[in-house]
Structure formats: C-alpha cells, structure tokens
C-alpha cells in the first residue's frame, strides 16, 4: 500500500468553489494523482462535486473511469463508489491507482462495461454521478474497442450518449445530482458545440439543468500546437460542467 503522499497538505488549504467558473492551474497531484493518463481531469473537479452534493457512505457512479481520478476522491472522502470503463488499460490503471494507504471504510467497485448498459446497477440506487467521458474522435483510447466512444464520428457519439443518459437517470435517485463534463471540439477549423449537444441529449432523457460551469483548461496540448500556425478562430480553452437533477 502506497501512502497518501500530499494529501494532508492540499486538505488543510482546500475550499470549495463557490461560483460558476472554475480554474486549477495546478491540477493536483495528492495520493496517486496525475495528469500521466491522457485526458482526465483535475481532481479538484470530483472532489468539489463530491463534497458539494454527497454524504459519506453515499453511492457514486462513474461510468468513464479512466485512470480512476474519481474513485481517489471517493476513497479520500469515505464514499461508496462504483467505476466503469470499456479498456482493459484504464482498469488495471485504476487498480493500481486504488491501491494507497486510507483511514476510511469506502466500498469501491470496478468493473469493464460500458456506460451505454449498466444492467448491474439497480433502478433508483445511485446517490450522485460524477464522470468525465471521452470526446468524439479527439483522444483515442482503443484502437478497435466497439464500445469504446472515444472512436466514434459526433453522429454516433451523440447516439450513444443518449443511451448513457438513459441509463444515468435510470440508476440515479430522484432528486440527486449528476455531473458531467464535456468540451466542445473543432474540425476543420468548424466548431462543433458537442457540450450542448450533450446537455440536451441529457435534457431530452428528463434530467433538469441546474447549472452550467465553466473549467478552464491548462496546459492542453491542442493549444501548443496552434501556437505557431495562422488560423482564423480562437482557442478552445474551457470546458462545460454539467449539473443535472433528476425530478
């Protein structure tokens, strides 16, 4: 068991955001955290979600794993979670992301599955889900994974984030919050508003939008490599967090 090398550190200086517009220049590297796997977020996100929308003991979901940055958070701060991803790569990451030294009693559960059917999660049994899924064919994380979305063209990335949604309010609770986030992407030079895509796919499921925040992004390697290049668009630097309710 590793230790939670920097954790008490970032604990005693930790506070909660308080608007709609959140920046983590420093991403957070506490426990087992790191930016190393492509793509996941700052651990300052689930840990703002977390604390923000849960008990201890609660049940979280998070159905696109990825290196396990969600699943850290809940061990830290005692809550129940269960972690979904389609690659075999990101469940042996997280595994061993898993394994630090924590004085809490956290039930946490792994499992290779897609997000489009959790048929192991019970109607109504999900307290909060907090996850971060790949975008449509911008970070691959499989080279021919059928399940995997991160393949996908926009049209049928947008098909299966329905399903997603269909069975993100199918598990949650009534009255209980799911999180999510998504950025827009670009292609050829055309901007393609895939947040809000999402957000209303998500609407159209039953969920309420409660809130939209806006994260900066830092040190996104998209950005170097337009430094140098004319283009005649600006940047995309942010990215949408999405707070729904389920009624």
Not at 194 to 205: A, E, P, S
Request: with cysteine; charged share 25%; aromatic share 12%.
């Amino acid at each position: 068991m590793r230790k939670t090398i920097g954790y008490d550190d970032m604990k005693d200086n930790f506070k909660l955001e308080m608007t709609t517009v959140w920046s983590f220049p420093k991403r957070g590297n506490w426990a087992t955290h790191s930016g190393m796997y492509r793509g996941n977020w700052s651990p300052y996100v689930p840990r703002n979600l977390i604390l923000k929308f849960t008990a201890e003991h609660d049940w979280i979901l998070d159905q696109f794993m990825g290196s396990g940055t969600t699943l850290i958070e809940a061990k830290l701060l005692n809550r129940n979670i269960i972690g979904i991803d389609v690659n075999e790569k990101a469940y042996k990451i997280t595994e061993k992301n898993l394994n630090f030294e924590c004085k809490t009693s956290s039930h946490i559960h792994i499992r290779l599955c897609s997000a489009e059917n959790i048929y192991f999660i019970k109607n109504n049994s999900i307290d909060c889900i907090c996850t971060h899924p790949p975008y449509a064919n911008i970070i691959k994380y499989s080279k021919d994974n059928r399940y995997d979305i991160s393949l996908l063209s926009v049209e049928k990335y947008l098909l299966a984030m329905k399903n997603v949604a269909k069975e993100s309010y199918r598990v949650l609770k009534s009255n209980h919050i799911c999180a999510i986030m998504v950025g827009d992407i670009r292609k050829k030079g055309i901007l393609i508003p895939l947040g809000f895509y999402v957000m209303n796919i998500f609407k159209q499921q039953g969920f309420i939008l409660k809130d939209i925040i806006i994260i900066e992004q830092h040190n996104c390697k998209s950005t170097l490599k337009w430094v140098n290049i004319k283009h005649s668009f600006y940047l995309l630097a942010h990215e949408y967090i999405f707070i729904f309710e389920k009624k």
